[in-house]
């Protein structure tokens, strides 16, 4: 079982950056791999960034690859997400997912979710 917490979320301007992060606690985190998603109201659940358990591999999604930098740091127990450049559509609920199962850096298919961090950009 693992246990999932973001934070870093906010208010930020048009052309302005937030780091978020996802602390984990529970069993070894580094042996997860680990995603971030967004919802936006009204809107389905879409994901914006993974990176496998070592840190060997990352994936994006194409409207935020070039602004957004997934890391993390399993001494810590945590994952970064690093987001510049935001603007108005980067407005989301931001929520992060771990999992354990082969290929996920691939099947984006997740088994722990946290409560999520809100991240809203003003134009």
């Known amino acids: 079982q693992v246990q999932l917490v973001e934070s870093g979320g906010g208010l930020v301007q048009a052309g302005g950056s937030l780091r978020l992060s996802c602390a984990a606690s529970g069993r070894s985190f580094s042996s997860y791999t680990t995603g971030w998603f967004r919802q936006a109201p009204g809107k389905e659940r879409e994901f914006v960034a993974a990176i496998t358990s070592t840190g060997s591999a990352t994936s994006y999604a194409a409207s935020v690859k070039g602004r957004f930098t997934i890391s993390r740091d399993n001494a810590k127990n945590t994952v970064y997400l690093q987001m510049n450049s935001l603007n108005s559509e980067d407005t989301a609920l931001y929520s992060c997912?771990?999992?354990?199962?082969?290929?996920?850096?691939?099947?984006?298919?997740?088994?722990?979710w946290g409560q999520g961090t809100q991240v809203t950009v003003s134009s």
């Open positions: 997912a771990a999992t354990d199962r082969r290929g996920a850096i691939v099947t984006r298919q997740y088994d722990y």
